[in-house]
């Protein structure tokens, strides 16, 4: 790997694209177990009076934020409100190609990456690891 810029984000967050588990794992062995994204359109509980998205495994919402947790990429200064619907994510955030041509338009060398919602979730770890490496 050369290094262009020398600079290395140590805080980046990995997305998964939205089908990656709905695409790969079996409906009829799984179920709602499968992790996917819901839509809810409750303002009482989600604070916004139009339909989200959210993560849910096994039928459960497993966090009432934002479908993809990657802040630099909003567009909000404060980075206090996310993209509320799959479609509002930009795609570098879950986009490998794309995520390396933002990388290098914002003069990034590399970044150490941690899982978002639903890998980061405890339910996703099912104590059923055929499950678990679906």
Same mark, same amino acid.
Request: charged share 30%; aromatic share 8%; proline share 8%.
């Given at each position: $790997? ?19 588990? +709905?695409?790969? $794992? ?9 992790? @996917? ?6 303002? =009482?509980? +989600? %604070? ?16 009432? @934020? ?6 630099? $990429? ?7 409100? /996310? ?8 795609? /570098? ?8 041509? $933002?990388?290098?338009?914002? %003069?990034?060398? %590399?970044? =150490? ?22």
């Amino acid at each position: $790997m050369e290094i262009k810029f020398g600079l290395f984000s140590c805080d980046s967050h990995a997305q998964i694209e939205k089908d990656a588990f +709905t695409k790969r $794992m079996s409906k009829a062995k799984y179920g709602d177990r499968i992790p @996917r994204l819901i839509e809810i359109n409750d303002a =009482a509980q +989600t %604070g916004y009076d139009r339909p989200v998205h959210r993560w849910a495994i096994a039928g459960k919402v497993i966090d009432n @934020r934002s479908p993809a947790n990657c802040p630099a $990429m909003w567009n909000d200064p404060r980075r206090l409100k /996310g993209p509320q619907r799959w479609e509002e994510v930009p795609k /570098g955030v879950y986009d490998p190609a794309e995520r390396l041509k $933002m990388l290098d338009s914002d %003069g990034v060398d %590399g970044e =150490a990456l941690f899982p978002n919602q639903p890998v980061q979730s405890v339910p996703f770890l099912q104590s059923d690891a055929e499950f678990e490496l679906g």
